[in-house]
């Protein structure tokens, strides 16, 4: 089985210049935890999730010696929250994202999902995306197996 089987062939992208608070939206509307962000030709230039928006909204944390310290919590106001929203998808995407070409096995994917602990995994092909693979694909795809709805590996 390739990546282009169980891929998400319409996966929603941002452009780089989003607002936080049109990530959120989209988001929420597409129930996803997180979207590529891609450039006007397709490209994929990063990765918003979920875990991005918690980490404007953690407490103030400071690495020290491969200990996290934190200064203390921040305080959630509509000031905080109107900054935020305001904040681009470029500003907080993760850029070094884990990909996969269309014509990966299943091996592969499951591996690099398994190997760099990502819920998602771009497909792209030449650059552009293509698709998503989510971890819920993964599971969908093993419940089809046991069920016999899908021959198996």
């Known amino acids: 089985m390739l990546a282009r089987e169980i891929m998400a062939a ?5 452009a780089p210049d989003t607002s936080l608070a049109d990530v959120a939206s989209l988001m929420v509307a597409e129930r996803v935890d997180g979207v590529p962000v891609t450039d006007g030709d397709g490209h994929l230039l990063g990765l918003i999730t979920a875990t991005d928006f918690l980490r ?4 103030n944390r400071v690495r020290f010696l ?8 921040r305080r959630l106001n509509q000031a905080l929250l109107k900054e935020i929203a305001g904040v681009r998808a470029a500003d907080v995407m993760t850029r070094a994202v884990c990909t996969v070409e269309p014509d ?11 190997e760099h602990s990502v819920r998602h995994l771009p497909v792209v ?8 693979i989510h971890r819920t694909d993964v599971v969908r795809l093993f419940s089809r ?4 709805e899908e021959e198996g590996p």
């Open 10 to 14: 319409h996966a929603v992208a941002v």
């Open 56 to 59: 404007l909204l953690l407490p």
């Open 66 to 73: 491969d200990v996290d310290l934190y200064l203390g919590p």
């Open 104 to 114: 990966a096995p299943l091996e592969k994917v499951i591996g690099l999902m398994g």
């Open 125 to 132: 092909q030449d650059g552009r995306l293509v698709g998503i």
């Open 145 to 148: 197996w046991m069920t016999g």
